[in-house]
C-alpha cells in the first residue's frame, strides 16, 4: 500500500507509524485509519517487529476526526449508523488496536485531543513530552466520544474524573496526566519518541509470545472477577511449556549469557 497519510520506519525491533497531516494537524480521516490498520496487519505478521510506536509532530500527536468527514447528506443517517461497524475504518482502527498482540507505546508531543487521545489511550503506554496536552473536547461541539474514550479513561482513572474530563473537555497536561496515571512517563519537550524507543527496546529484548500472553491476560482480566482472572493467568501461563522460546531463556539463565528469543 502506498502511504500519504501516515510514515512507517522499521526501527530496531519495532516499527514506528508517524500520522503525517500536518496541514490538518494530524487529524485522521478514513484514509488514514486505512493506512494505519495495514501497517499494523503487516507488523503483525513479522517477527521482525516485537513492538508498535506511534508519533505524530512537534504541534500535535493527533487532534482526532478530521471533521469534514462528519458531513452527511440528507436522509443518509441511518445509512452512516449501520456502517460504524463493519464499513468506517475510523471505527475499525479502535477496535483493532484494542486488540492488537503487540505492545503499542503511543509517543506524544503537543496536542492529543478527541480521537488523538482515544487512539493514545486504546493503545498499552503512553510516553508524553512535556509541553503535550490532552483532552476530550467533543462535548463542545455536541459531540460525545466515540473510539471508546468513555471506557478506556474510566478503566484507568475511575468514572468521577472521567466524567469531569468529558463533560469539561478541558485540557490536561502532562505533568497532571501522569498523576492521573492516564501517562506511563513524561520526557523533556521534543523527547517523547526516544524515550518510547527506549521503552521498545527493553520490551522488545524479551520472550515475544511472553509479551504476547501477558499482554492477553491483563487485558482480558480488567472486565472479569478476581477468580476468573486468576484462571485467565493460569491457563494461558501453561501455554508457554510448549514456547521453544521458554526453553532458550531457560538454557540461557543456566549459561548466564542473554537469551536469543525467535517467537517461537
Not at 22 to 38: F, G, V
Not at 107 to 130: C, R, T
Not at 152 to 171: F, Y
Amino acid at each position: 500500500m502506498d502511504y500519504t497519510d501516515i510514515t512507517v520506519e522499521h526501527v530496531e525491533h519495532w516499527l514506528e507509524i508517524g500520522i503525517n497531516r500536518p496541514d490538518k494537524m494530524n487529524a485522521l480521516r478514513e484514509r488514514t485509519a486505512e493506512e494505519i490498520l495495514n501497517a499494523l496487519e503487516t507488523a503483525e505478521h513479522d517477527r521482525q517487529v516485537r513492538t508498535v510506536i506511534f508519533t505524530g509532530s512537534a504541534k500535535a500527536f493527533c487532534t482526532g476526526i478530521d471533521t469534514s468527514e462528519f458531513q452527511l447528506k440528507e436522509n443518509e443517517y441511518f445509512d452512516f449508523f449501520r456502517k460504524r461497524k463493519r464499513n468506517r475504518k475510523v471505527n475499525q482502527l479502535f477496535r483493532e488496536i484494542s486488540q492488537y498482540t503487540k505492545p503499542v507505546i503511543s509517543a506524544v508531543e503537543g496536542l492529543a485531543l478527541g480521537g488523538g487521545f482515544e487512539l493514545a489511550l486504546v493503545g498499552d503506554l503512553i510516553v508524553a513530552g512535556a509541553e503535550a496536552q490532552f483532552a476530550l473536547p467533543e462535548v463542545r461541539l455536541g459531540l460525545m466520544p466515540g473510539g471508546g474514550g468513555t471506557q478506556t479513561l474510566a478503566r484507568l482513572v475511575g468514572p468521577s474524573i472521567t466524567k469531569e474530563l468529558v463533560w469539561t473537555g478541558r485540557r490536561v497536561r502532562a505533568e497532571e496526566a501522569h498523576a492521573l496515571r492516564i501517562v506511563n512517563y513524561v520526557a523533556d519537550a521534543g523527547g517523547a519518541l526516544e524515550r518510547a524507543r527506549m521503552l521498545a527496546r527493553d520490551i522488545s529484548a524479551n520472550a515475544p509470545v511472553s509479551v504476547m500472553l501477558t499482554k492477553s491476560s491483563i487485558d482480558r482480566g480488567m472486565d472479569v472477577p478476581l477468580s476468573e482472572g486468576m484462571d485467565i493467568e493460569s491457563d494461558v501461563s501453561f501455554m508457554l511449556y510448549f514456547s521453544t522460546d521458554r526453553n532458550e531463556g531457560l538454557q540461557a539463565l543456566r549459561e548466564k549469557r542473554k537469551p536469543n528469543f525467535k517467537g517461537e
